[in-house]
């Protein structure tokens, strides 16, 4: 499974931006993913996941209520819309994949990886 994140950028506090992870493979659909990210110097934390259904959704406390995960399998694509966007919200953006029902929240969970999208929010 190959995995391709874009849709990063310079926004302003309050901005809105959403995130696209493209994967590429067979039976995309055995595989929940997820949104993790990562700050220069700090350890790579879970952001979203998403059950390779679309059905179990989970946020970290930082983006409930402000992050969207979805996915269109039939496009092999996971999205994270960020609304509200705080400049704490600044990283860079990773999406994840395993084969697996369920998505999981830790770093090893995931042997699938892509390459990173920088998201840098001004105040």
């Known amino acids: 499974v190959q995995l391709q994140a874009s849709g990063g950028g310079l926004v302003q506090a309050g901005d809105s931006l959403r995130l696209s992870c493209a994967a590429s493979g067979r039976f995309l659909n055995l595989y929940a993913q997820a949104w993790f990210r990562q700050v220069p110097g700090n350890e790579r934390e879970f952001v979203a996941g998403?059950?390779?259904?679309?059905?179990?959704?989970s946020y970290a406390d930082s983006v409930k209520g402000r992050f969207t995960i979805s996915r269109d399998n039939a496009k092999n694509t996971v999205f994270l819309q960020m609304n509200g966007l705080k400049p704490e919200d600044t990283a860079v953006y990773y999406c994840?994949?395993?084969?697996?029902?369920?998505?999981?929240?830790?770093?090893?969970?995931?042997?699938?990886w892509g390459q990173g999208t920088l998201v840098t929010v001004s105040s």
């Open positions: 994840a994949a395993r084969q697996s029902l369920f998505a999981g929240v830790r770093i090893r969970d995931y042997p699938y």
């Open positions: 998403i059950s390779r259904s679309g059905e179990s959704i």
